[in-house]
């Protein structure tokens, strides 16, 4: 479950990460299980993605090591994206980001776009 939040000259802060917890519990509430809970984050919006600071406050990073959660830049995202897209075949990859989101606890995804 994931909540997505766009800061034009700052970092992801704590707010978000509190209303993602709020609603896996709800959904937990609902579902009986905990689902693996994703905070993305486009902070610093503005400025030039290659360039930005990192983006999320250690607020945000406690809590993430805290609950086991994780966190993605959009930019990471749309990288990943963008190389899908043009190997729409290569679904060995897009079973290695899956796997990368899943394994990743408590800290940042970053998905590795050299292949071997």
């Not at 994703?38 to 919006?45: D, E, F, K, P, T």
């Not at 993430?64 to 075949?89: D, P």
Request: net charge negative; glycine share 6%; proline share 2%.
């Amino acid at each position: 479950l994931g909540e997505i939040e766009g800061k034009d000259n700052n970092p992801i802060n704590v707010d978000k990460f509190r209303q993602l917890s709020s609603n896996l519990d709800e959904d937990f509430e609902r579902i009986g299980s905990y689902a693996k809970g994703m905070l993305i984050g486009n902070g610093y919006r503005l400025d030039d993605p290659v360039s930005r600071k990192f983006q999320f406050t250690e607020r945000v990073m406690e809590g993430v090591r805290a609950k086991s959660f994780v966190v993605i830049s959009t930019y990471e995202l749309y990288k990943t994206v963008v190389y899908i897209f043009k190997n729409q075949n290569d679904e060995a990859f897009r079973k290695k980001c899956r796997d990368k989101i899943y394994e990743t606890i408590g800290d940042v995804v970053e998905f590795d776009l050299t292949q071997d």
